[in-house]
């Protein structure tokens, strides 16, 4: 159990075994094997899942699923208590706590990676005094209180799933669509400098308009148009560092049909414009 990951620690002896604290905030990738429910006490954080950063700001809970690497790129001021529950016995889960289905769903990661609960979200104040009255039962442990942590938690994953925070996904459907998503970045990434559409992907693919960018959005959390231009722009970028083409010639060349496009997207994306980039990085290099 992750106890290293948290300060005024208190541990349950209760069947499904939860560790409640605040949390030790630093940027080192973590992971560990526990569902984390946390609840930003004051300050605001980004955590990044893999190519994902999500900001969570004081008030908002969040949910990250088992054996999911994450780390705080930014934490400013941040508080964060954690609830931390331990799955490694799913036999007595299932008996005790959570539906097979579900309990088999998060413990194969087949299921939502992070999920984020702001303030004004419909569920946000059950949730929250649910996640209060767990840490409070477990930090002063009076007479029965695994009895309410128990039926708090079932209330808690209620309200993430009905609510639709949590999903649990199909195996083969979520495998049939990965594949799919598969073929598409894989055409975009040998034709992202030539002016490619969404038409053009959905013929070479079979695949619909709406299908390739329902992927983009559930699965990456992004948009064509945005990873799309990611890849521009890092080959725009490569360019102006390694190279002395003029910087109207690696728009072009990057797939961007003119350079006040080119422009407006590499400041938006980098912070500077295309000549300071170019000026800046080769001075970190001399």
Known sequence: MGTEMTKTITASNATFRIVCGEMIIDDKLNLHSEILLGYVRDGYATIEIGANAYTVHKGDIYFISPNQKYKFANHYNAVIDVIMLNINNPAALTQEFIPQSIMRGLSTGNCTHFAQIAPNEPTYADLLSDFNCVIKAETEKFEFFQLLVHGKMYDIFYILFSSGFIKIYDVETQGKKYRALRRITEFIND????????????????????????????????????????????????????????????????????????????????????????????????
Do not use: Q, V, W
Request: charged fraction near 25%.
């Open 191 to 286: 034709n992202y400098c030539d002016p490619i559409t969404l038409d053009d992907i959905a013929e070479r693919t079979g695949l619909s308009r709406y299908y390739i960018s329902h992927l983009f959005k559930e699965l990456m959390n992004t948009t064509f148009i945005s990873y799309l231009n990611e890849l521009r722009l890092t080959r725009a970028s490569m360019l102006l560092t390694t190279t002395d083409i003029p910087i109207i010639e690696i728009a072009g060349m990057s797939g961007f049909n003119n350079i006040s496009n080119f422009n407006r997207a590499f400041k938006m994306y980098y912070d500077t414009t295309p000549s300071k980039y170019r000026k800046n990085e080769r001075k970190t290099y001399e």
